[in-house]
């Protein structure tokens, strides 16, 4: 059994910066791509970013050279740094881990930008 814990959410002003965490629970953190999501308000779920257990990293289009994901594998902890923030980043964000046929998700953070 994993835990994912997110944390670093809040309410920012376009343009603003915030870096969120996820602790995962147990030893498997290091072997696995751990995943950023978030729901939009109205909105289906979207892969934001990964990182594999390389350091290998992908993004989404919309926030390719604004955000970046990182892990600290000694910390269990995946991170996702988020600056130029903009409205449509408004959103709740989790952090997701897969190792089959099992899939465990975070409770989520609120990260909302105002205009």
């Known amino acids: 059994q994993v835990q994912l814990v997110e944390s670093g959410g809040g309410l920012v002003q376009a343009g603003g910066s915030l870096r969120l965490s996820c602790v995962a629970s147990?030893?498997?953190?290091?072997?696995?791509?751990m995943y950023w999501y978030r729901r939009a308000p109205g909105k289906q779920r979207e892969l934001v970013a990964a990182?594999?257990?390389?350091?290998?990293?992908n993004y989404t289009d919309s926030v390719k050279g604004r955000f970046t994901i990182s892990r600290d594998n000694a910390k269990n902890t995946v991170y996702l740094e988020m600056n130029s923030l903009e409205p449509e980043d408004t959103a709740v964000y989790f952090c997701?881990?897969?190792?089959?046929?099992?899939?465990?998700w975070g409770q989520g953070t609120q990260v909302t930008v105002s205009s």
């Open positions: 147990g030893s498997i953190f290091r072997l696995v791509t």
């Open positions: 990182i594999t257990s390389g350091g290998s990293t």
């Open positions: 997701h881990l897969r190792t089959s046929p099992y899939h465990y």
